[in-house]
């Protein structure tokens, strides 16, 4: 017998601008290049997990690990969201399902490194003897039974909003790496830091093929998602911010350092800046300055 969840599931193309399938495809095509076979990893055959060690953690180092498990468990959320707003099914237009099959081609190869994630975390935590196999597991479900929601109703957002945690969650991994003590950790973030680069990089892309093309359109819907900004389960996870507030003592953390990478895609995007996009800039400049506080 299951519990009954209420899903609030709904499939309606999100609003807005999109971009021409064209664009879409170009932006996929350079992310899938980014990733030949022979720099793939996997879960059971990259690391040696008999060298997992959590007596090597410090107390911090291991709730950040549960912490951040908990984060990229949370997968089926996320992927939900792009199935949701950009249906490949006969509720859209050809011309908007063309669109959607070629950013599906992105989203699929996204989940499944992201699921990648979430395994080798729990695999580290099982092997290293921080929890044991039927506990962590229902902890998980804790969370992942909650609904992921992003309250956005244009497009870019959709695209906006992971270029700043995909940057901000490689960020924080890189600081993660440098503190922890076992060796394996290490490697496990190594290669996870990677992958979140990767898919900055590609919503990168996308919002700068945005603003290229649409210009002051779409400045808007972008402010709109800095102003709004929360990392990903801010709102679910119970006790969230004591718990962020302790993991980033253990390495430092701050989303708005992403914000900078933000700034950096505007600039490359627009040629003769509006004072549209000016502000814009001086906005998240001022977010990034006044955010003291982590997560």
């Known amino acids: ?126 092997a290293a003897g921080l929890a044991e196999r039927d506990a962590l597991w229902d902890s998980l479900a804790e969370e992942g039974r909650k609904q992921f929601e992003l309250p956005y109703d244009e497009a870019v957002q959709f695209f906006t909003y992971p270029l700043v945690q995909e940057k901000a969650t490689q960020i924080y991994y890189q600081h993660l790496r440098q503190a922890v003590g076992d060796p394996l950790l290490k490697e496990i973030l190594v290669r996870l830091s990677k992958d979140e680069a990767r898919h900055f990089s590609f919503f990168a892309d996308m919002v700068r093929l945005y603003l290229e093309r649409y210009g002051d359109a779409v400045v808007d819907p972008i402010r709109e998602v800095i102003a709004q900004f929360r990392m990903p389960l801010a709102d679910t996870i119970r006790g969230y911010w004591r718990w962020a507030l302790k993991i980033a003592d253990t390495a430092r953390y701050d989303h708005t350092e992403a914000y900078d990478h933000l700034v950096k895609v505007v600039n490359r995007a627009v040629d003769a800046r509006s004072d549209k996009v000016d502000e814009l800039i001086s906005f998240v400049t001022a977010c990034r300055q006044m955010q003291t506080n982590p997560f």
């Open 1 to 126: 017998m299951t519990d009954s969840v209420t899903t609030g599931w709904k499939v309606a193309q999100v609003g807005g601008l999109l971009l021409p399938a064209a664009d879409v495809d170009t932006a996929v095509s350079a992310f899938l290049r980014t990733s030949p076979p022979t720099l793939r990893w996997d879960v059971d055959f990259s690391f040696d997990w008999t060298q997992a060690d959590a007596d090597r953690l410090t107390e911090g180092e291991r709730s950040a690990v549960q912490f951040i498990t908990i984060i990229e468990d949370h997968l089926p959320g996320y992927f939900a969201l792009y199935e949701q707003n950009f249906p490949v099914d006969d509720s859209v237009d050809r011309a908007t399902y063309i669109h959607n099959r070629e950013l599906y081609h992105f989203t699929v190869r996204w989940a499944q490194e992201e699921d990648t994630h979430a395994r080798a975390l729990t695999k580290y935590q099982l």
